[in-house]
């Protein structure tokens, strides 16, 4: 993670979790699948029984 920049990459939330950003999505080139919250991609690659679960 030392390539990663806060705040440009990556936000610590209030429930002290760490949160992609949509610049760091779009450094990566594609949706993961795993329902990103700022995920650029429509999350393409999420499978249709997690997509119901939000």
């Known amino acids: ?20 950003t949509k610049a760091y999505h779009l450094k990566r080139g594609t949706c993961c699948g795993k329902k990103c919250l700022h995920c650029p991609y429509d999350h393409v690659n999420v499978p249709k029984w997690r997509k119901k679960f939000s």
């Open 1 to 20: 993670m030392s390539d990663l920049k806060e705040n440009e990459d990556y936000y610590i939330n209030d429930d002290g979790l760490l949160v992609m």
